[in-house]
């Protein structure tokens, strides 16, 4: 009589207990968690936009304009992702992952590298989220606003403004089709002396 069928049986009893673990280990992994993991995968390489969305008569980023972000710089603690539209090298997405939330500033410089007399707003999250969005939210008279990011690894990397979660300005970069890096971002070398 043959053995193998219990030798089967046996490794499928070893195996099965390890593979369940595993799946809840992964479902106790917070939203949060996830979406910083989705976000960290994306480090090293750029992705090229288009504004999709914007308020009536806002000026800020020409419609036709070429908007490159670079996924610069990942830690398990803080994520630099720089915007680039057109020649303009300005800006730059912080996120901040604290105990109990994420947060997104706003680091903006000058050519010379200098901070930029508007620069380091932005908020933090006020719920869990989900792995492929977060919102970073401000309450002023009753209305909720602040920022929207969100990600569908492989496709796609939004970015934008939202109001009564409602997207305002909607920056969709295609994670398809990968850029060449673009040049460093003014500010790169110093971390803004308005970090809390």
């Known amino acids: ?39 960290q995968a994306l480090c090293g390489s750029a992705a090229a936009g288009t504004l999709l969305a914007a308020p009536p008569g806002d000026t800020q ?15 398990d603690h803080e994520l630099r992702f720089p915007l680039y539209v057109d020649d303009n090298r300005s800006r730059t997405w912080v996120f901040l992952r604290h105990p109990d939330g994420i ?16 620069t380091w707003y932005g908020a933090s999250t006020m ?21 929207r990011v969100e990600i569908v690894p492989g496709r796609r990397f939004s970015y934008g403004t ?17 850029v060449p890096l673009p040049p460093p971002h003014w500010g790169h070398l110093t971390r803004p002396s308005q970090r809390p």
Do not use: K, Y
């Open 162 to 178: 939202a109001r009564n979660g409602e997207w305002r300005h909607h920056l969709e970069f295609d994670l398809t089709a990968p």
């Open 103 to 118: 947060e997104l500033r706003h680091d903006h410089r000058e050519a010379d590298g200098s901070e930029s007399p508007s």
């Open 127 to 147: 719920s869990e989220g989900t792995a492929e969005r977060q919102d970073f939210v401000t309450m002023r008279n009753g209305v909720a606003g602040g920022w």
């Open 1 to 39: 009589m043959s053995h193998r069928p219990l030798a089967v049986l046996a490794l499928v009893a070893i195996l099965v207990p390890t593979s369940l673990v595993e799946a809840q280990a992964a479902t106790r992994r917070s939203a949060q968690d996830r979406f910083w993991a989705n976000l």
């Open 61 to 75: 980023i020409n419609p036709q304009a070429r908007l490159v972000v670079h996924f610069w710089e990942c830690s």
